[in-house]
């Protein structure tokens, strides 16, 4: 009698991921050697597809793949004063009202609805094209051009998460990548910016600009999208000294801002990509300042004299915390980065 068939959304990812387990048994138990090299790309995409089913029931998380492109694990997240988690698929910005309702003031030089109701209340872009300034009128460009991810669930087509024993889990080209192109968009979970919060905490923190655009940019008020625990695939992005991405803020076609990712040179099939996590994060004394990673996932350690001479020097704020989690990633402290593209 065959086996009733369970539809899509009454499945959960687990369930999809010991579907895939039993799958490989079967095919390991034909006693081949490199019975997994023998899967074609597209069927390791198959797999992909249906881990990362939006239809699934229950919360979606990042599964490491090997080097063949076949998940192996569910990816865990450790940081200070927390117990081990796994981070959940978020494809857009999350709003919630109550983590902004506590707040009894307005952030300073916040110009807008408060407290917000919406997240267009926050990153809302409509109408704002221009500022008086003395007897001209000064343009106040975008932050950035428009742009607009037309299938974000689709991420897993490009990229991938891989482990590495000495910078952790990674996220991965699948194949090659044009440079001065869009990768995608990091998202999180929208919470006001606490200074109390230890940056250890804030490691997976961005900062983008809230309410009305000030013609000053330096009194613009920012929050922070806070990929801790729920976030896009590029909460996995590791550092480079000489990366091949960088987050800039932009429009998207909801006018609403947003970080979108975008690659500053050509990324290569398997290559890690990386972004500069910025000053503060690296000790003075530390023998490795920077860890580059190669088409094979080597780490490539460049001594302090190396990166002196390239300008590549890095002081922390602060001692580096006793945990040391394989992956922590170093966000910078979430500063305003020159756009490279920008003439």
């Known amino acids: 009698m065959a086996r009733e068939k ?41 797999w992909a597809a249906r881990l990362y089913d939006p ?25 200070p004063n927390s117990e081990l988690f796994y981070s959940t698929l ?18 300073e030089d916040y110009v807008g609805e408060w407290p917000p109701r919406q997240r267009a209340d ?35 087509l ?44 804030t490691q997976y923190n961005f900062e983008i600009s809230i309410g009305k655009l000030q013609e000053n940019e330096r009194r613009q008020p920012r929050c922070w999208v806070d990929a801790t625990r729920e976030g896009s695939v590029f909460r996995f992005m590791a550092h480079s000294c000489e990366p091949n991405a960088a987050v800039e ?6 006018d609403e801002r947003i970080l979108g990712v975008y690659s500053i040179r050509d990324i290569q099939a398997n290559e890690a990509v990386t972004i500069d996590y910025g000053m503060g994060w690296f000790a003075g004394d530390q023998d490795c300042v920077a860890e580059d990673m190669d088409l094979s996932g080597a780490v490539l350690q460049k001594s302090k004299k190396e990166a ?5 020097m890095r002081k922390s704020k602060s001692s580096r915390p006793d945990h040391q989690d394989k992956n922590r990633k170093r966000v910078a402290k979430p500063k305003r980065k020159k756009n490279v593209l920008q003439k």
């Open 158 to 201: 490009f990229f991938e998460i891989r482990f590495n024993e000495h910078t952790g889990y990674g996220m991965y080209a699948r194949e090659w990548l044009a440079g001065k192109q869009w990768l995608g968009q990091y998202t999180g979970k929208l919470r006001p910016k606490d200074a109390t919060v230890p940056d250890e905490e």
């Open 122 to 156: 926050l990153l809302g872009y409509r109408g704002q094209r221009a500022f008086p300034s003395g007897k001209h009128i000064s343009y106040l460009k975008p932050p950035k051009a428009q742009w607009y991810d037309p299938k974000p669930q689709d991420w897993w």
């Open 249 to 254: 803020e932009r429009v998207d076609a909801q």
């Open 6 to 46: 369970i539809p899509t959304s009454q499945k959960t990812q687990a369930d999809v991921f010991r579907e895939f387990q039993i799958a490989m048994t079967k095919c390991a138990a034909k006693d081949r050697k490199d019975w997994s090299a023998e899967l074609k790309k597209e069927q390791t995409t198959i």
């Open 90 to 107: 978020l494809l857009f910005n999350r709003f919630e009202e109550t983590d902004w309702e506590s707040q009894d003031r307005y952030p």
């Open 55 to 79: 239809r699934l029931k229950g919360p979606l998380h990042f599964y490491a793949q090997d080097h063949t492109g076949l998940p192996m694990r569910k990816v865990p997240t450790m940081v």
């Open 308 to 312: 002196i001479q390239n300008g590549k």
